[in-house]
């Protein structure tokens, strides 16, 4: 590595001098200049369009190397949301609430990854060593092969990682971690650009992959990975309510593989242990048929995922009647609430409407509309819907009921636990059935008239 030169920064306007003074020339404060050294010898200090670009044909890329193999887990959530396992020198990040489960999840998935073969390094920032490897034993990992380092220092960090050279460091969290030649505290959103930053460059560079882990409350109030996601190759969310054991892995953006992929997870006393089969999770609570009940059979990237919406309607003893929505987009709410009334007159006015995903799942397909409008009138109605029915369909402004994607896989879905019935929009690609009925409707009033 060549000896890289050091420059002298001030720390309140950021303007570089080749040498120290007491006084900043550019913005006049006193004893603001700091010497730096560049923290990675990369090709910095040339002037841009000094050295030759090169660029090759798209046909040439192909065909010379195979493209490097993932790395397979054998974590199959977490593997399936990585888009078929973990892509060399890829840079993720795990955002998720604070006491979700992050750690948990990471460590697993360090154990997991080095047992696959893979150099593992886990950087703490958070905890002190003694308390990772109690989580570790807790975790029945205490023999797993991996590194652990509890270091917050980038600079530390990244002569750790070039020491080491692993195949996989997990840096846990990004908010703790402070590049020192950026003059703000740890956490605050210009640090944990700079760490990220040199971070995925490093992830890049060494082909070392980097998994960092971020804090986001609810409202996006730690607003700090916000501006990771656009750096990073993967983005996961590890989602779920703090009184449900369920948890969710979602890839909200992946360039190695498709987005919206979920991993079901539950946590329990040693862990978190994974759920092959969510559909039957999230509809194990389900009781007898009750009104305001309705099956919704979704996609969720590329695997079915039958889940239950739950409604209920009330009068409101308020002059403004409220609509509560948990697991659902509350516009989309209102929208649906509308086309039943201004298309199939039913109005919803004077009456508080709730709306709930079971399981603390959270859907956004539109195709879960007909299963929104179908919950909402067998609560207004008071009438139960068939148990052993799925629905699913998008609603249209004007009523009409849309075709959706991958009927035969929701259908089969379905069939699979049970369900022997399916009110689906016409027009869909869909192959006949043995088992399971699918009753064909075109608009949203066609239903109502049923019910
Ligand atoms: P943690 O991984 O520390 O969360 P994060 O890193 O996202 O802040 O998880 C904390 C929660 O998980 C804590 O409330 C306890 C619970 N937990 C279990 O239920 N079982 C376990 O085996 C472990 C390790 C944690
Ligand atoms: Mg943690």
Same mark, same amino acid.
Not at 323 to 337: K, Q, T, Y
């Given at each position: 590595?060549?000896?890289?030169?050091?420059?002298?920064?001030?720390?309140?306007?950021?303007?570089?001098?080749?040498?120290?003074?007491?006084?900043?020339?550019?913005?006049?404060?006193?004893?603001?200049?700091?010497?730096?050294?560049?923290?990675?010898?990369?090709?910095?200090?040339?002037?841009?369009?000094?050295? $030759?670009?090169?660029?090759?044909?798209?046909?040439?890329?192909?065909?010379?190397?195979?493209?490097?193999?993932?790395?397979?887990? $054998?974590?199959?959530?977490? /593997?399936?949301?990585?888009?078929?396992?973990?892509?060399?020198?890829?840079?993720?990040?795990?955002?998720?609430?604070?006491?979700?489960?992050?750690?948990?999840?990471?460590?697993?998935?360090?154990?997991?990854?080095?047992?696959?073969?893979?150099?593992?390094?886990?950087?703490?920032?958070?905890?002190?060593?003694?308390?990772?490897?109690?989580?570790?034993?807790?975790?029945?990992?205490?023999?797993?092969?991996?590194?652990?380092?509890?270091?917050?220092?980038?600079?530390?960090?990244? +002569?750790?990682?070039?020491?080491?050279?692993?195949?996989?460091?997990?840096?846990?969290?990004?908010?703790?971690?402070?590049? /020192?030649?950026?003059?703000?505290?740890?956490?605050?959103?210009?640090?944990?650009?700079?760490?990220?930053?040199?971070?995925?460059?490093?992830?890049?560079?060494?082909?070392?992959?980097?998994?960092?882990?971020?804090?986001? +409350?609810?409202?996006?109030?730690?607003?700090?990975?916000?501006?990771?996601?656009?750096?990073? /190759?993967?983005?996961?969310?590890?989602?779920?309510? !703090?009184?449900?054991?369920? !948890?969710?892995?979602?890839?909200?953006?992946?360039?190695?593989?498709?987005?919206?992929?979920?991993? %079901?997870?539950?946590?329990?006393?040693?862990?978190?242990?994974?759920?092959?089969?969510?559909?039957?999770?999230?509809?194990?609570?389900?009781?007898?048929?009750?009104?305001?009940?309705?099956?919704?059979?979704?996609?969720?990237?590329?695997?079915?995922? &039958?889940?239950?919406?739950?409604?209920?309607?009330?009068? +409101?003893?308020?002059?403004?009647?409220?609509?509560?929505?948990?697991?659902?987009?509350?516009?989309?709410?209102?929208?649906?609430?509308?086309?039943?009334?201004?298309?199939?007159?039913?109005?919803?006015?004077? &009456?508080?409407?709730?709306?709930?995903?079971?399981?603390?799942?959270?859907?956004?397909?539109?195709?879960?509309?007909?299963?929104?409008?179908?919950?909402?009138?067998?609560?207004?109605? /008071?009438?139960?819907?068939?148990?052993?029915?799925?629905?699913?369909?998008?609603?249209?402004?004007?009523?009409?009921?849309?075709?959706?994607?991958?009927?035969?896989?929701?259908?089969?879905?379905?069939?699979?636990?049970?369900?022997?019935?399916?009110?689906?929009?016409?027009?869909?690609?869909?192959?006949?059935?043995?088992?399971?009925?699918?009753?064909?409707?075109?608009?949203?009033?066609?239903?109502?008239?049923? %019910?």
């Amino acid at each position: 590595m060549a000896k890289s030169s050091a420059t002298f920064v001030c720390q309140s306007c950021g303007s570089t001098t080749t040498k120290w003074s007491g006084r900043c020339d550019a913005c006049g404060e006193w004893n603001s200049i700091v010497e730096e050294v560049p923290l990675a010898a990369g090709p910095a200090s040339k002037t841009l369009g000094a050295s $030759k670009g090169r660029s090759l044909p798209l046909s040439d890329l192909s065909g010379h190397e195979a493209p490097p193999p993932r790395t397979i887990s $054998k974590l199959d959530e977490l /593997d399936r949301v990585l888009g078929g396992g973990l892509v060399p020198a890829s840079a993720l990040l795990v955002g998720g609430d604070p006491g979700i489960g992050k750690s948990t999840l990471l460590l697993q998935a360090a154990a997991a990854f080095a047992n696959a073969g893979l150099k593992v390094i886990y950087i703490s920032g958070e905890e002190a060593s003694a308390q990772v490897r109690m989580r570790a034993a807790r975790l029945g990992l205490r023999e797993a092969p991996v590194k652990l380092a509890t270091e917050t220092n980038l600079r530390d960090i990244l +002569t750790t990682l070039e020491n080491e050279k692993p195949d996989l460091a997990i840096i846990d969290s990004i908010q703790t971690m402070w590049a /020192d030649n950026v003059a703000s505290a740890p956490g605050s959103v210009s640090q944990v650009r700079a760490s990220a930053h040199e971070l995925t460059s490093f992830a890049k560079r060494r082909g070392t992959s980097v998994i960092l882990v971020g804090h986001v +409350t609810k409202d996006g109030q730690i607003a700090g990975p916000r501006v990771v996601e656009h750096m990073v /190759d993967t983005v996961l969310y590890f989602e779920g309510e !703090r009184g449900h054991q369920f !948890r969710i892995l979602r890839a909200v953006k992946n360039r190695f593989g498709p987005a919206d992929e979920i991993g %079901v997870f539950e946590m329990t006393g040693s862990g978190l242990a994974e759920v092959a089969n969510p559909s039957a999770l999230f509809l194990s609570e389900r009781g007898d048929p009750s009104p305001g009940s309705a099956v919704f059979a979704g996609i969720e990237g590329t695997r079915p995922v &039958l889940v239950e919406f739950q409604a209920l309607v009330a009068p +409101t003893p308020h002059s403004q009647p409220r609509r509560s929505v948990v697991g659902w987009d509350g516009g989309r709410l209102a929208m649906i609430l509308a086309v039943l009334e201004a298309r199939c007159g039913i109005p919803f006015a004077g &009456l508080d409407v709730y709306l709930n995903v079971a399981g603390g799942m959270k859907v956004s397909e539109p195709a879960a509309d007909l299963a929104v409008a179908a919950a909402l009138l067998s609560a207004r109605e /008071d009438i139960a819907l068939p148990a052993e029915t799925v629905v699913f369909g998008e609603i249209s402004l004007s009523g009409a009921l849309r075709p959706v994607g991958q009927t035969e896989n929701r259908l089969k879905e379905a069939q699979k636990l049970g369900f022997t019935a399916a009110i689906v929009p016409k027009g869909g690609k869909s192959v006949p059935r043995d088992g399971i009925a699918a009753t064909e409707i075109d608009a949203l009033a066609s239903f109502v008239g049923d %019910v």
